[in-house]
């Protein structure tokens, strides 16, 4: 039984239990991470870069799938995987959307699918850590390290004030990381649109039932 299994049966049980059995129960160890799939919903895959040294412009990714294995109590035991369907980007700007799908850049029709693995998970602070993690594009896989924020844990916020989402736990994690587009063969228009690519994610997860 997992960490969170043993919340939601502390908080059925409250009234049955005392005081100190219940502080034994919460205290139980978490034996396995528990299962938590992408609130598509809420989930922002974002980029940007140097356009000619005159502004940073940015784009998006629009569908974005995956799971976490997380534990609040073993954070760095952990790991995520992440599919990112590449004809999803966008930007705003149709002319730049078919040129950065088209294959000159990402080749959507040949490769539909940006995927991200971890392979390990460092606790840096309290809520701070780094996800290391194999980033594949194009066919492409390379090493990237994912400064993660843990903002939250727990029964969804609007549980307060919506029945519908009275026991529903939630997890949300802020991320990003630095890369150079040209380890994954993106190269087209250097160096007047930058090597360099910033990412920022923001994602909530919903725990699997």
């Not at 534990?71 to 995987?81: A, H, I, K, M």
């Not at 959307?97 to 840096?124: H, Q, W």
């Not at 850590?129 to 939250?152: H, K, Q, Y």
């Not at 609007?158 to 802020?174: D, H, L, Q």
Request: proline share 4%; with cysteine.
């Amino acid at each position: 039984m997992t960490r969170l299994t043993i919340c939601r049966a502390a908080r059925r049980l409250r009234r049955a239990l005392g005081p100190l059995a219940l502080a034994l129960l919460m205290c139980a160890p978490s034996a396995a991470a528990d299962t938590w799939l992408f609130d598509k919903q809420n989930a922002s895959v974002r980029f940007t870069w140097d356009h000619l040294g005159l502004s940073r412009q940015s784009g998006r990714f629009l569908e974005v799938d995956g799971r976490l294995q997380f534990s609040p109590t073993d954070p760095e035991g952990g790991s995520v995987v992440v599919a990112i369907k590449t004809a999803s980007l966008w930007t705003g700007v149709k002319e730049y959307d078919d040129n950065l799908k088209s294959e000159s850049f990402f080749d959507a029709d040949r490769y539909p699918i940006i995927t991200f693995k971890s392979t390990g998970v460092r606790r840096t602070g309290e809520k701070a850590g780094e996800i290391d993690g194999e980033l594949t594009i194009m066919g492409i896989s390379r090493p990237v390290t994912l400064s993660t924020i843990w903002n939250f844990t727990g029964e969804h916020p609007f549980a307060a004030v919506n029945p519908t989402y009275k026991g529903k736990w939630v997890s949300g994690f802020s991320a990003t990381a630095t890369v150079l587009r040209s380890e994954w063969g993106l190269t087209r228009a250097l160096p007047l649109i930058s090597d360099e690519i910033r990412i920022a994610i923001e994602a909530e997860f919903l725990l699997k039932e």
